[in-house]
């Protein structure tokens, strides 16, 4: 039976995921447009992946596709539950995120760290800068199918959101995990369900997951797979991430 399910909104994003949790000791499966019965493979999974190919839909195809999708990793199981992003913010993440929380229901609240340092992918202040350049000003903002124009997360994500969106600013971050447990309290205690948090390197984020690890939360966390990995790992549910293959 799979102690987590996730939601990516493509295939690619799906695989990319199951890969790093595969390589952090996890029997990780993927399914492809959001199969509604997993079968017998996602029981026997530690990580069931589901790609709802809801990028480029509108928001309420895409709430729809997630809600479904998450409807089934429930059904298969799954304790914890990741909402996969893509790392330039592309598509509906807001009702997305709405759709996971409201099949999750029990006052869950999620946690997005979209920074994924390995890929030069960080946030800073709110703002999501790539290889040195703000979002909105990279080749993303142009893209034909799902420009992202608005850097600023938490702005991107209340823009699609129906719940009230939250930032833990990169200083409570730096100043360790009790710090940014506080600082994820009073977010969540001033009425925000989507707390976005700053990160610039893997060792924050891991500041992140042992504050959340330590929060007695539901916690959907969502992220492009290095935040996810690492709260699996302060749960006690993965190994440490084995290094890729060399070629």
């Known amino acids: 039976m799979p102690f987590l399910g996730v939601a990516a909104d493509d295939l690619t994003g799906a695989t990319t995921a199951g890969v790093l949790l595969a390589r952090s000791g996890a029997r990780a499966t993927v399914f492809y447009d959001g199969q509604p019965q ?3 493979e996602g029981e026997r999974a530690d990580v069931v992946l589901i790609s709802t190919s809801s990028r480029s839909l509108s928001r309420e195809q895409a709430y729809f596709r997630v809600a479904e999708a998450t409807q089934a990793l429930r059904e298969a199981g799954a304790r914890y539950f990741s909402k996969r992003i893509d790392t330039t913010l592309r598509g509906q993440i807001g009702a997305e995120l709405d759709a996971m929380l ?3 229901g029990d006052g869950a609240a999620a946690v997005v760290v979209p920074a994924m340092p390995q890929s030069r992918r960080i946030l800073v202040g709110g703002y999501s800068v790539i290889d040195g350049v703000v979002l909105s000003q990279t080749p993303v903002a142009q893209d034909v199918l799902t420009p992202v124009r608005e850097a600023y997360v938490p702005d991107l994500l ?4 129906r ?5 833990v600013p990169l200083k409570s971050v730096l100043a360790g995990p009790e710090k940014t447990a506080e600082a994820l309290r009073s977010q969540r205690a001033g009425g925000c369900e989507i707390l976005v948090v700053d990160a610039v390197t893997l060792a924050d984020i891991g500041t992140v997951a042992r504050a959340c690890a ?4 539901r916690i959907l966390s969502a992220d492009p797979g290095s935040f996810t990995a690492q709260l699996m790992r302060c749960r006690g549910l993965l190994e440490e991430e084995r290094p890729a293959p060399s070629q």
């Open 38 to 40: 997993l079968g017998g």
């Open 102 to 104: 409201d099949v999750l």
């Open 158 to 161: 209340q823009g699609q959101s």
């Open 163 to 167: 719940r009230r969106v939250g930032l």
């Open 214 to 217: 330590g929060l007695q939360w």
